[in-house]
Each structure stands twice: as C-alpha cells, then as structure tokens.
C-alpha cells in the first residue's frame, strides 16, 4: 500500500508556471506507474500525465502537451508536474494517482490517490 501527498498549487497568471509534487509513503514506489488528474466542478477527473517505473515513459493529455512535464524521483519517492504556459482553463483540483498493475490514462486503473491541490490560474 502506498500513501501520496500532493502540493504545490496555488494561484498563478496566464502565462505562469507551477510545480506540482506528490510524496509517496513506503519502500516499494518504484513499483508503481504514476499519473497526474485534474478534476473541475461537475466533472469526472481528467487524464494530464502519466509516467511509468523506470521513468522511460511518458503520456500526456493533448490539452497539455509541450506545455506540462512529468517526472519522477525514485530514490525520493517523489512524482512531479512541471506546468509552464498555464491557461485559465487549466485551474483544476489536481490529483496525483499511482496504478500497480497498468500504464494507463484510464483513472479507473489508478489504485491510490493523493488528496488533491488547488490551481487557479487568472486571466
């Protein structure tokens, strides 16, 4: 089992860069595929980054291509959302995930979530 900590949102203009964070507690967080959601008011959680074990492997939403960069530490534990170019349509509640089994865009593969961290970005 494996407990995730997001931060690093907070309010940024158009135009701005965040860095998100995800901290993972345990030993076995290299064992782990990690995605980035993000959810807006009424919606379901949308797909933003994946990134697998080793790192070698990245995806990213259309909506966020060229613009947002997943990492990941493993000697860390930690899993990172570079967002640079930011939009007002990107404020979201975002959600870092972590899937056992599957390298997916599909939330419903993601077995552990963090709580959430706030985006809000002003035009």
């Known amino acids: 089992q494996v407990q995730l900590v997001d931060s690093g949102g907070g309010l940024v203009q158009a135009g701005g860069s965040l860095r998100l964070s995800c901290a993972a507690s345990?030993?076995?967080?290299?064992?782990?595929?990690m995605g980035w959601f993000r959810r807006t008011p009424g919606k379901d959680r949308d797909f933003v980054a994946a990134?697998?074990?080793?790192?070698?492997?990245?995806t990213y939403a259309d909506s966020v291509k060229g613009r947002f960069t997943i990492s990941r530490d493993n000697a860390r534990n930690t899993v990172y959302l570079q967002m640079n170019s930011l939009k007002p349509e990107d404020t979201a509640v975002y959600y870092c995930?972590?899937?056992?089994?599957?390298?997916?865009?599909?939330?419903?593969?993601?077995?552990?979530w963090g709580q959430g961290t706030q985006v809000t970005v002003s035009s």
């Open positions: 995930a972590a899937a056992r089994k599957y390298y997916s865009t599909n939330a419903n593969d993601y077995n552990y």
């Open positions: 345990g030993r076995t967080f290299s064992s782990y595929h």
């Open positions: 990134i697998s074990r080793s790192g070698g492997d990245t």
